[in-house]
């Protein structure tokens, strides 16, 4: 399992994918698409920042970002105070995210790094997004198993309110997994339709027939003999 400071990362990545922001930015961000972020406070973010500078990841500017959807120049600082600083993606910490996107194993589909990894989906490739959609249904089908049998054998031992909050924990879990089988049959459908246009694209295309003398060329199909043909061969 990834720790949380890896899994912030991957979304800090994400998102200064897509443009460089400055830090309240960035947490505005992470609390509007990656709901479980909620709780992260700048005592978590800037460190997690800062080690991403670190390590030539990520570098910073002053100013204003280009996400702030600012059509004129910021007015100058105050006397003694720095500007905002801007943090945007480098070369090294492009290549590092496209190679954590890559990835498709169990860690991909445990609870807290699945919300990151599925609000990255629109940058990661179809049939990666599938094996991470798959991984995470057997992991909910697995978890929903076990719950229920737990159920069987301590229901006649809890109470309503016990056995209420059991019942909404499956029904979620249940819920969960139908969404995930509709988009598995989907990502399945853009992987089946791209694999169709690859082998579509390599197949070669015949070129025009010869007679077994090899004199002239005719028609695949109606045997017309080809307009250069002398009138001798005709006859």
Same mark, same amino acid.
Do not use: C
């Given at each position: ?95 590092? !995210? ?45 978890? !929903? ?17 016990? !056995? ?18 509709? !988009? ?52």
């Amino acid at each position: 399992m990834r720790s949380r400071s890896d899994v912030l990362e991957t979304a800090i990545l994400g998102l200064l994918s897509e443009a460089p922001l400055h830090g309240y930015e960035l947490r505005k961000r992470l609390n509007l698409l990656l709901g479980s972020f909620r709780a992260f406070s700048y005592g978590s973010l800037y460190p997690a920042l800062k080690s991403l500078v670190t390590r030539h990841l990520i570098v910073t500017t002053e100013g204003e970002s280009p996400a702030s959807g600012r059509t004129t120049p910021p007015p100058p600082p105050l006397a003694g105070r720095r500007g905002r600083i801007v943090y945007e993606l480098t070369a090294e910490g492009k290549e590092h !995210l496209q190679t954590v996107l890559a990835t498709s194993g169990p860690a991909a589909w445990e609870d807290e790094n699945f919300d990151v990894r599925f609000a990255l989906f629109a940058q990661t490739d179809a049939e990666t997004r599938l094996r991470i959609l798959e991984g995470r249904r057997t992991r909910l089908t697995e978890r !929903l198993e076990a719950v229920k049998e737990s159920a069987t054998r301590t229901r006649a031992r809890l109470d309503e309110y016990t !056995l209420e909050l059991q019942r909404y924990g499956l029904e979620k879990v249940e819920r969960e997994v139908r969404w995930l089988d509709s !988009l598995i049959t989907t990502e399945r459908g853009r992987v089946g339709a791209r694999a169709r246009a690859r082998a579509s694209s390599s197949t070669p295309t015949s070129g025009p027939s010869r007679t077994a003398g090899g004199d002239h060329e005719t028609h695949p199909a109606e045997g017309v003999p080809h307009p250069g043909t002398n009138e001798k061969e005709r006859g």
